[in-house]
């Protein structure tokens, strides 16, 4: 399921038995799971929402491993997107865990924590090889030791600059920027040549953009936030500045908000950012406007948003189930899913062999894909999947303050660091 971000927290946790129940527990957590062994028997497959418009594509991979494996019979089950996490935590306090299971990162963090899933890097000598970097350690948790989920498909976002506008107001639309500090810069330019008309910048930062420029989040031991330096505090500041010379529109910081990408598709500001397949979204709110979008690079590090699939710990078919798991993310079985749904990506290392991802046609369009696709080998999770939604909230609330000046830029950045400690559940 493409998703936005959802949180597991420690309440859900309660509610399903998993704090404290002793659910792999050290007489069971440190003991190696064989996972060689006769690839046959019944092993169970848990989608999340992909029923009824993928079915037929998951079926023929289901049919594809079956005959591939002729001792095998895999069960297929798909739960609604309504509810999943709720599901899949009931699953596990109950000992009913599918043996493949989709999940994305922040999902697969508490169960993790408690040893109910297979680290597959120590049952997979080929797991580095045959993955990218970044889906591999979206996977790996900070305080527990391993990789417990392989990627599947991913997307990142990319930049689109709205080319008509830029050459309108002294810009150049086949150089737009490639740094913050050059956004900065061509946005005064902007506001000048449009007499405060046009923006460039459309958005306030958040946190993803602190970790973009090389500002740590999270200790690597996970105890802690550590987002509070100055140089937190100085790109802050840069955004401040912009806001009191008006390089963006007021409203970024106020319910009145539509977003960056309400705003560009509106013509209201000259810049957005969006998944690989952002312009076709475009072409049906705006035609015109599709015609005139140069995609380019996201600043620093790119964004990576990934779903997975783990492996229960205690499955009755461990060889069948880590199979399983690696034949819906082969190279050949993503490729075929990206080329149904536009926007994701696989997240194999031979994929970048495929010209499908990597050589474009000349549009827009194919443009941003290969961009997005040549982004996924630097692209990282940008917010730990400690920070929930409350824990977003009041960064958000405190960037708001910084930027609108009614506090400093360190005093935000103190407090929302101090506050998000106290919620921290640590392992």
């Keep these: 399921m493409v998703r936005s971000k959802a949180s597991i927290t420690v309440v859900f946790l309660a509610a399903f038995g998993l704090v404290g129940c002793g659910l792999g527990s050290d007489d069971g957590e440190d003991r190696p799971v064989e996972v060689s062994g006769e690839v046959d028997g019944t092993v169970t497959l848990q989608t999340w929402a992909l029923k009824p418009n993928f079915t037929d594509y998951v079926e023929e991979v289901i049919a594809g491993f079956e005959a591939e494996h002729p001792g095998v019979t895999v069960q297929w ?54 993955y990218v970097a970044g889906g591999i350690s979206a996977y790996e948790f900070a305080g527990v030791d391993g990789v417990f989920g392989y990627p599947w498909y991913l997307n990142t976002d990319v930049n689109y600059w709205n080319g008509e506008l830029l050459d309108e107001h002294g810009l150049d639309s086949d150089h737009p920027p490639a740094t913050v500090e050059e956004l900065m810069d061509q946005a005064r330019i902007m506001s000048e040549e449009s007499g405060g008309d046009m923006y460039l910048i459309s958005r306030k930062p958040e946190l993803g953009d602190l970790v973009k420029a090389g500002i740590p989040v999270l200790s690597d031991d996970g105890s ?6 100055a140089e937190a505090a100085a790109l802050l500041d840069e955004y401040r500045e912009a806001f009191d010379e008006g390089l963006m529109p007021r409203d970024v910081l106020t319910d009145a908000y539509l977003g960056n990408s309400q705003l560009f598709i509106e013509e209201k500001v000259a810049w957005s950012t969006g998944g690989g397949n952002f312009i076709n979204g475009v072409r049906e ?23 997975g699939l783990s492996v229960a710990r205690d499955t009755s078919n461990p060889a069948a189930a880590v199979a399983l798991a690696r034949w819906i993310t082969n190279a050949d079985n993503q490729a075929e899913f990206a080329r149904i749904v536009p926007g994701i990506f696989p997240s194999t290392t031979a994929s970048a062999d495929d010209p499908f991802f990597t050589e474009s046609d000349g549009t827009g369009d194919d443009d941003a894909k290969v961009i997005a696709f040549d982004s996924l080998a630097q692209a990282e999770l940008l917010q730990p999947v400690e920070v929930d939604e409350a824990m977003s909230t009041i960064v ?17 950045l103190d407090t929302a660091v101090s506050r998000l400690n106290a919620m921290l559940d640590t392992p």
């Design 396 to 412: 958000n609330q405190q960037i708001s303050l910084a930027i609108s000046g009614d506090v400093t830029s360190q005093e935000a």
């Design 285 to 307: 709110s705006n035609p015109s406007l599709a015609e005139k979008i140069v995609p380019s690079m996201a600043f620093g590090t790119p964004p990576l948003y990934v779903q």
């Design 224 to 229: 802690e936030f550590v987002f509070n330096t």
């Design 77 to 130: 089950l798909d739960q609604p997107g309504e509810g999943y996490s709720e599901k899949v935590l009931s699953q596990a306090a109950s000992g009913d865990l599918p043996d493949v299971v989709n999940l994305p990162p922040d999902f697969a963090l508490p169960l993790a924590r408690q040893g109910i899933l297979l680290d597959v890097e120590s049952a997979d000598e080929a797991l580095h090889d045959e």
